[in-house]
Structures are given as structure tokens and as C-alpha cells.
């Protein structure tokens, strides 16, 4: 079976749902997506982060211990997380389970465990990983260079927040979150497993009539600043952490989408073989590992990548960067380059399509990006006819990509 799209109504709220069912094994899984409520609509600094926090220390009723009892008794699975631009709360246990699992959803939805005691604990989690990051020359460096290319946008900001922003978020802050940005008009179901799919809408009616009938705004569009630039910060280490980026102008919704897959797969992200392995680690020996990737989201698009290299290869790993992507845009790629990246990307096909959660993740990224549920096979056979000049029109198209702006988290030289 395929994932298929219906829509339930809730109080005059007409919900979607992505539904498939699967008999392989006993499960059932569920996730409720909030659109427009990750960490892009943080109102202070890590408050978002904190509100996932605070769901997964279950209810007051039962405190933390004790709603976790009540899952693991049941080997049941319930938690909050989020990303960039949602917020989700995943339900999945085995089918005899899966009931139970529900009424614990509608007791946590009821009655999150807001209590002064369990936000004093994910308020010390939180700085706890925040101080451990501080030495994560990884994490600075990505973080830097999202501030250079998105300058006064929520992603120069971090997701989880600094100490000082952490240690001012409230109660009342995180209950205002959950309230405003988690309901009906801005949710998406996604659920499958072993269930008939009328028994699934007959429970989800009661966890969704749980949920406020409220609408969060749209995140606005963020664009990349187009010009060249670096930025070295200096550090205690032997290695150089480099982060670039650049804008690109694809869309979420671009008919090209396919195109920039292809794309992206030659410059970088198909690991040895690419362009950027090749030149940099292979030919020139600067880096373990040389990466990029196209990254295309609803909120925003930017080309970028990362490598680590010695302290006294970083100019040099920086200059093959450049060198790399510029020879890229003039020259285009190679017919033999083509053919190997279509026959990876169709061959390997039915490993990303091989379990139920990755069929029903597809059918919800179509969904969310506004294609139709199967557009992802109509790309594959616009990825098997692609044509050499189509491609390279493509590529010299994006002159755009060229803008690199580098983070560099380096030491001094000894």
C-alpha cells in the first residue's frame, strides 16, 4: 500500500491526514506535526527547545517518574521534539499498546507537567549543554556562519538558546507557546502501522479534540546576503573548522527541485566521488572529509558545507573551496558524472522507500511542501531523463552559489 491524504473534521477544522497501512509488524505509530512552531518562532531565545523539554517530563499528575513508568510498563514511546519550523509529538508502542498509548497523549495534552521544580530541570539540562558547547568547535563555527549569511534572522540565533535567555524563560512563557502554536489549524497527521485506517480516525477525534482551535502566522521567507565574506575566530585547537555558504535560489516549491538534487549529489553530498571529495581530500589530501549540500526549505534555501583540516591547511582548504564551486558553475559537470549520479539515485531508490516510516515521512514532505502524495516518483523519472546540457544550463544558471561566506574556527599557528 501507499500513503494516501484525507481530512478529518474537528469543531469546523478540517485536519489533514496521511495515512498508510502496513501489516510487516505488529506497530502503530503516530506523529502530530505543528506547522509554524519550531525553534524559527522562538519569542525569546531557546523557548521553543524548553517547551519540548517540558512535555517529555510527562504530566503533573503523575510527575516525570511516573508517566515514564506508565510508558515503559507498556513499552510505549511518547515524546516532543521539533525542528526549525515545526514541532512535533511522535506516538508510536505495539498495536495491543497503541490505545493505552492514546489515553496518555489526551493526560499529557490535559495536563503538561508545569511545575516550578521541572522547569528548575530542563532550565539545568539546558545550560548544561550549552556550557558543554562552548567547546564544541563544530557547533560554533555552523553557528557563526549562519549568522553571516542570515544576519538578524531567527537562524543566526540558536535553537537552544544562551544561558542568559534560557535562565528568563517562564512558565508562563511555555505554557504560551504550547497554547498559541499547537492546535487544528496548523496541525498535520501523520499515522500508520497495523490499524485499519477508520479505527485511527476514530481515536485520533479524541486526542485532536483536546487541541485549541488556533492558528499560528506563517514564518516569513529569510534569504541569504549575497556577498563574500570570513570570519576567523580563534580558539585552543590543532584543527580548523570550516563552515561555508551561499545563497541559492531554488524554492521549496520550484519545479527545479529535481535538478538541484542532481546537482547537489555531484558538487557534494554523495560523499567520495563528489567534487568536493575529490578535489580536497583525494587530490590535495586537506580533509578527512569534505561535504556539501543544497539545502532547500519552505522558510528558506542556501547552498552549504564543512570541513576540518589542520591549522596550517586552512587558507588552502578555503582557496579549493572557492576554486571548487566556481569550476563547477563554469565548467559544469561530465556526461560520466551524470550517468553515475542517476544510477545511484534510482538504484538505491528502494533502500529509501524500504520501511513504513520512511514512506510515510515522504508522503509527508510532499504534503508539506505542497506536491502532490507520489511527486517524488514522478522526480526519480525526471532524474532518469535528464539531459547533460539540461543539467548543466541548470548548474550555470546558479551563478548565485558562488557568494561563499566562510566560519573559521581556527588556533594559532605553531
Excluded: C, W
Excluded at 501489516?23 to 503516530?30: F, G, R
Excluded at 567547546?135 to 549562519?146: P, Q, R, T, V
Excluded at 545511484?344 to 511542501?369: D, M
Amino acid at each position: 500500500m501507499s500513503a494516501t491524504l484525507s481530512h478529518i473534521d474537528i469543531n469546523g477544522t478540517k485536519v489533514p491526514i496521511i495515512f498508510e497501512k502496513g501489516k510487516n509488524l505488529p506497530i502503530v505509530s503516530m506523529q502530530l506535526v505543528f506547522q509554524n512552531s519550531g525553534t524559527l518562532t522562538d519569542t525569546k531565545d531557546g523557548l521553543v527547545n524548553m517547551s519540548a523539554k517540558l512535555l517529555n517530563e510527562g504530566t503533573k499528575k503523575d510527575g516525570s517518574v511516573g508517566f515514564a513508568t506508565k510508558l515503559e510498563d507498556r513499552a510505549i514511546s511518547l515524546s516532543a521534539n521539533t525542528g526549525a519550523e515545526t514541532f512535533v509529538i511522535e506516538l508510536a508502542s505495539l498495536k495491543e499498546q497503541f490505545d493505552y498509548g492514546v489515553e496518555l497523549l489526551k493526560e499529557l495534552l490535559e495536563d503538561p507537567n508545569y511545575s516550578k521544580e521541572t522547569l528548575s530541570k530542563i532550565k539545568t539540562q539546558t545550560i548544561g549543554e550549552l556550557k558543554r558547547r562552548e567547546s564544541d568547535f563544530d557547533y560554533i563555527s555552523s553557528l557563526k556562519l549562519k549568522g553571516l549569511l542570515f544576519p538578524n534572522t531567527p537562524l543566526a540565533k540558536p535553537s537552544l538558546g544562551t544561558v542568559d535567555s534560557v535562565k528568563g524563560i517562564s512558565l508562563d512563557d511555555i505554557k504560551k507557546h504550547i497554547n498559541t502554536h499547537l492546535g487544528l489549524g496548523n496541525l498535520i497527521v501523520v499515522m500508520g502501522g497495523d490499524i485499519e485506517k477508520s479505527e485511527a480516525i476514530k481515536l485520533l477525534s479524541g486526542i485532536l479534540e483536546e487541541l485549541p482551535n488556533v492558528k499560528s502566522e506563517a514564518i516569513k521567507p529569510m534569504k541569504p546576503i549575497d556577498k563574500e565574506q570570513t570570519l576567523e575566530t580563534k580558539v585552543d585547537s590543532k584543527q580548523a573548522y570550516i563552515y561555508f555558504g551561499s545563497p541559492l535560489d531554488v524554492s521549496y516549491n520550484s519545479p527545479d527541485r529535481y535538478l538541484a538534487k542532481v546537482a547537489s549529489f555531484i558538487l557534494g553530498s554523495s560523499g567520495f566521488g563528489s567534487r568536493l571529495m575529490e578535489e580536497i581530500r583525494v587530490k590535495k589530501g586537506l580533509a578527512y572529509s569534505a561535504y556539501s549540500r543544497f539545502a532547500i526549505n519552505k522558510s528558506h534555501s542556501y547552498f552549504s558545507g564543512y570541513l576540518q583540516t589542520k591549522v596550517s591547511s586552512g587558507e588552502e582548504a578555503v582557496k579549493s573551496v572557492k576554486e571548487v564551486v566556481k569550476t563547477f558553475i563554469d565548467k559544469g559537470v561530465t556526461a560520466e558524472e551524470l550517468k553515475s549520479a542517476q544510477e545511484f539515485l534510482l538504484g538505491s531508490e528502494p533502500l529509501r522507500n524500504e520501511t513504513l516510516s520512511q514512506r510515510l515521512n515522504r508522503a509527508f514532505q510532499e504534503y508539506y511542501t505542497n506536491r502532490p502524495l507520489g511527486a517524488t516518483v514522478e522526480d526519480l523519472k525526471k532524474i532518469k531523463s535528464i539531459t547533460l546540457d539540461e543539467l548543466n544550463e541548470f548548474i550555470k544558471k546558479h551563478i548565485e552559489i558562488d557568494k561563499l561566506s566562510f566560519s573559521v574556527v581556527t588556533g594559532d599557528e605553531k
